[in-house]
């Protein structure tokens, strides 16, 4: 892997979603807290929910696997349970990103 690798962050509903309300109806202000106060140190590309409210994602830029870990992990949706994570390295091979003419 290079130095710095894009993950992908796909966050769904937890077990303390509520059922039937829309993204903006769930207590996430702890979790917009955390991204606020991290967005312009933690390596956020980009990210936002889903508009069908079924989760979002984060493009994260990290070191290591375990750095990605660690930012999900200190998510306070995370550990309230609101939302749950995967964690994906992300080969960006397309797009205005991209960097290579793969």
Known sequence: ???QTI???CYRPGPAWLTGKTVFEQP???HLAYMRS???TAGIVLGGPYSDDTGGFIA???DSRESALAFVEGDPAIRDGVLQAEIHPWL???GRASKSGR
Do not use: N, T, Y
């Open 1 to 3: 892997m290079p130095k």
């Open 7 to 9: 993950f992908a962050l």
């Open 28 to 30: 996430l202000q702890a």
């Open 38 to 40: 991290l967005r312009d």
């Open 60 to 62: 994260l830029e990290a």
């Open 92 to 94: 960006i091979v397309g």
